[in-house]
T-cell receptor, first 114, second 114 residues
Framework: EADIYQTPRYLVIGTGKKITLECSQTMGHDKMYWYQQDPGMELHLIHYSYGVNSTEKGDLSSESTVSRIRTEHFPLTLESARPSHTSQYLC?????????????FGNGTRLTVT | GEDVEQSLFLSVREGDSSVINCTYTDSSSTYLYWYKQEPGAGLQLLTYIFSNMDMKQDQRLTVLLNKKDKHLSLRIADTQTGDSAIYFCAERREDGGSQGNLIFGKGTKLSVKP
């Protein structure tokens, strides 16, 4: 069983609020990811990190930002939430190095911006 | 093209076999994965196959890989109602553009009727 945790599970906020979605893993994985999952199920990689102090943008442009100050923690921040940010956000981690490094996912945060 | 392709829906009767198909794009892909997502949850790794293998079996799950046609399939024997979920195919590409990240299909929603 993978140990990766996301909080909150559900969040409903008003437009213009600043929010931070938390993601922590206890496996010592170097690589971490944020995916946005739209209602049509498709997953879009929005951010990833190779390790501490590393952050990279993913395939889908996002107004969110991330930080990686500690190995186990990879929070995602929206400075000013908008209804278009309504989505499910999934955090994942994997070992760095080697070809077979499957992703381990958290249970996700479902964000609704009103 | 760039996409990993899957059919979006599959409906089967309990006790039948389910076959979920996927086509991928990059002949240099090293590992191919199947993930399962239950409602309200993150993705759970089901199984994976290395690209030099043709088949892998794990209890009720059989993965078949046709590297020539870039076709991957997941067969679930004796499908149960608990198998109802979304199934994602993913490939790990080793080209520089994707930085070894996984490329996901859009997911196949499996519905199992009693």
């Amino acid at each position: 069983e993978a140990d990766i945790y996301q909080t909150p599970r559900y969040l409903v906020i008003g437009t213009g609020k600043k929010i931070t979605l938390e993601c922590s893993q206890t496996m010592g994985h170097d690589k971490m990811y944020w995916y946005q999952q739209d209602p049509g199920m498709e997953l879009h990689l929005i951010h990833y990190s190779y390790g501490v102090n590393s952050t990279e943008k993913g395939d889908l442009s996002s107004e969110s930002t991330v930080s990686r100050i500690r190995t186990e923690h990879f929070p995602l921040t929206l400075e000013s939430a908008r209804p278009s940010h309504t989505s499910q956000y999934l955090c994942a981690s994997s070992e760095w190095g080697g070809f077979n490094s499957p992703l381990h996912f958290g249970n996700g945060t479902r964000l609704t911006v009103t | 093209g760039e996409d990993v392709e899957q059919s979006l829906f599959l409906s089967v009767r309990e006790g039948d076999s389910s076959v979920i198909n996927c086509t991928y794009t990059d002949s240099s892909s090293t590992y191919l994965y199947w993930y399962k997502q239950e409602p309200g949850a993150g993705l759970q790794l089901l199984t994976y196959i290395f690209s030099n293998m043709d088949m892998k079996q794990d209890q009720r799950l059989t993965v078949l890989l046709n590297k020539k046609d870039k076709h991957l399939s997941l067969r679930i024997a004796d499908t149960q109602t608990g198998d109802s979920a979304i199934y994602f195919c993913a490939e790990r590409r080793e080209d520089g553009g994707s930085q070894g990240n996984l490329i996901f299909g859009k997911g196949t929603k499996l519905s199992v009727k009693p």
